[in-house]
């Protein structure tokens, strides 16, 4: 008997100009894999197998056939294309149901669209991950079916496969709220004494309890949120603008991210196990992140953390040239809240990892960010500027895929001028002004700063410093950019100087 991994079903979009690797298990000596007129062999070593089939051009409507040499499994109405995983948090996550105009893009899907999607399961162990398998599979864009969809994911598929003329599919492999820290391995985490923080703070939490405790303890909170949550749709319900703080008055505190526990899918490298590697080695293109929400309280380490989640995933897919196009967090900040810049610091380690690390791409989407709304629902600009940047990075296609992005800048008296990446067609201002500009002298206090734009130049200065010696943009956690390409309209991505 023999099994091939849940990944593979029948409408499953299989890797383009790259050897396929279609993988397994089973008992028996040999496997043989038929598909597209090619037949390839494989031994079965410790259980395990894997076929590799030679680099094939798109095509649709085809059949794989699997076999023992006693029983074959066969998979239909596959297609030769584009694959990408999907990856992050809970804007990744963001079903295509809930985002902006979602019925009218759920209306127009038919089975002929060339977008396929395989949702990785939710899963918060191994042994539940064996479990949901049996009954997961790639599907075809229908109304209902596809409501469930990355809705970023959907939006990047549909406007790289109508550029590429070929079926696109995404891999769906996230969980809203999870930090990074979930989604590597633990050799990884722990080679770094910063990051290894995060194992440091599980090992802490659950010291002096047996496995079984600490999965009793999860199951106990898991009851105890399931009635919470039940309490708080019930006061949304009645008055929709509730504070934070009416809801814990009268649901009770929410306990959330609950006990660390080996259930808890928020521990560290957990997901990594149960979700990720369960779609390793499926052949793909590369990877779209959207993801820095839940390492807000250790901005300082999201670079080294970001680094080491790249080198991860392409280590494990055992091809260090795959594309990794980072989304850029939008603005947002509770309305109540003060504004404390630590997602400045997040979106300043995620450009500097796009400007450092070879095959990456950055959607800068500080425009689609919503007040008081941690889950903004117009995904249609994050998709098609991913797209952008896959269609540039990755298949080398001569768009405009960038908004401008600060290169230098030169002090002049009380002037200082910036130089940008990206601004040859020069810029546009939505409103009356330029706003979001800052300058500072050498004791680091900023004011805000007129802005005259040249060209492809912008000069700042301000009454309140007479020599500028530090500049930033749109240093908040929330402010409505004011900067765009005059020619993508994408806004100029947030930066500072120092």
């Known amino acids: 008997m023999f099994k091939v991994a849940a990944i593979f079903s029948d409408n499953m979009v299989l890797q383009r100009n790259k050897n396929i690797k279609i993988f397994g298990e089973g008992d028996c000596q040999s496997i043989t894999v038929m598909f597209n007129g090619i037949k390839v062999e494989t031994?079965?070593?410790?259980?395990?197998?894997?076929?590799i089939l030679p680099a094939m051009e798109a095509s649709?409507?085809?059949?794989?056939?699997?076999?023992?040499?006693?029983?074959?499994?066969?998979?239909?109405?596959?297609?030769?294309?584009?694959?990408?995983?999907?990856?992050?948090?809970?804007?990744?996550?963001?079903?295509?149901?809930?985002?902006?105009?979602?019925?009218?893009y759920l209306s127009e899907l038919n089975p002929n669209i060339p977008v396929r999607f395989y949702y990785t399961n939710k899963v918060k162990t191994v042994e539940q991950a064996i479990e949901a398998e049996k009954h997961s599979c790639w599907g075809v864009c229908d109304p209902e079916g596809s409501k469930a969809w990355s809705a970023v994911g959907f939006h990047f598929a549909k406007k790289l496969s109508s550029e590429l003329g070929v079926t696109v599919g995404i891999i769906g492999c996230n969980w809203g709220g999870t930090s990074a820290s979930s989604w590597m391995s633990r050799e990884y985490l722990s080679c770094d004494n910063e990051t290894?923080?995060?194992?440091?703070?599980?090992?802490?939490?659950?010291?002096?309890?047996?496995?079984?405790?600490?999965?009793s303890d999860y199951k106990d909170y898991e009851e105890y949120e399931k009635k919470f949550n039940e309490n708080m749709a019930k006061c949304y319900a009645e008055k929709p603008d509730s504070t934070w703080d009416e809801i814990i008055e009268k649901c009770g505190e929410s306990n959330w991210p609950g006990p660390m526990a080996p259930n808890n899918p928020y521990r560290p490298c957990g997901l990594y196990e149960t979700m990720l590697k369960r779609?390793?080695?499926?052949?793909?293109?590369?990877?779209?992140?959207?993801?820095?929400?839940?390492?807000?309280?250790?901005p300082n380490i999201y670079y080294k953390m970001l680094t080491k989640l790249i080198d991860c995933w392409r280590t494990d897919w055992e091809d260090y040239s795959m594309?990794?196009?980072?989304?850029?967090?939008?603005?947002?900040?509770?309305?109540?809240?003060?504004?404390?810049?630590?997602?400045?610091l997040i979106r300043e380690a995620q450009m500097k990892a796009f400007t450092t690390i070879k095959n990456t791409g950055i959607a800068v989407i500080s425009d689609c960010g919503e007040l008081d709304n941690i889950h903004p629902i117009d995904k249609v600009p994050v998709g098609e500027r991913l797209a952008l940047q896959a269609l540039v990075g990755a298949y080398n296609k001569e768009y405009n895929a960038f908004g401008p992005i600060f290169k230098s800048v030169?002090?002049?008296?009380?002037?200082?001028?910036?130089?940008?990446?990206?601004?040859?067609?020069?810029?546009?201002?939505?409103?009356?002004?330029?706003t979001g500009f800052e300058v500072a002298g050498s004791d680091k206090k900023f004011f805000d700063a007129d802005a005259v734009m040249v060209q492809d130049k912008?000069?700042?200065?301000?009454?309140?410093?007479?020599?500028p010696v530090y500049v930033r943009y749109d240093w908040r956690n929330y402010i409505e950019p004011s900067v765009f390409c005059s020619e993508t309209k994408i806004p100029l991505a947030p930066f500072r100087t120092s």
Request: overall charge negative; charged content about 25%.
């Open 196 to 215: 290894n923080s995060y194992l440091e703070e599980y090992a802490d939490k659950t010291a002096g309890k047996t496995e079984q405790e600490l999965i």
């Open 323 to 344: 594309h990794f196009e980072i989304v850029q967090l939008p603005m947002f900040k509770y309305k109540h809240d003060e504004d404390f810049k630590h997602w400045c």
């Open 279 to 298: 779609v390793c080695p499926y052949t793909m293109k590369g990877f779209l992140y959207y993801q820095g929400e839940s390492d807000d309280h250790k």
């Open 43 to 51: 031994d079965v070593i410790g259980g395990k197998w894997t076929c």
């Open 458 to 467: 912008i000069y700042l200065s301000s009454v309140s410093v007479s020599k």
């Open 410 to 434: 030169y002090f002049l008296g009380n002037i200082a001028e910036l130089s940008f990446d990206y601004a040859e067609k020069g810029f546009i201002i939505n409103g009356e002004n330029a």
């Open 60 to 104: 649709d409507g085809l059949t794989l056939n699997v076999s023992d040499g006693i029983n074959t499994i066969s998979f239909s109405n596959v297609s030769i294309g584009e694959v990408w995983l999907a990856g992050g948090q809970s804007n990744m996550e963001l079903e295509l149901r809930y985002a902006k105009d979602s019925n009218e």
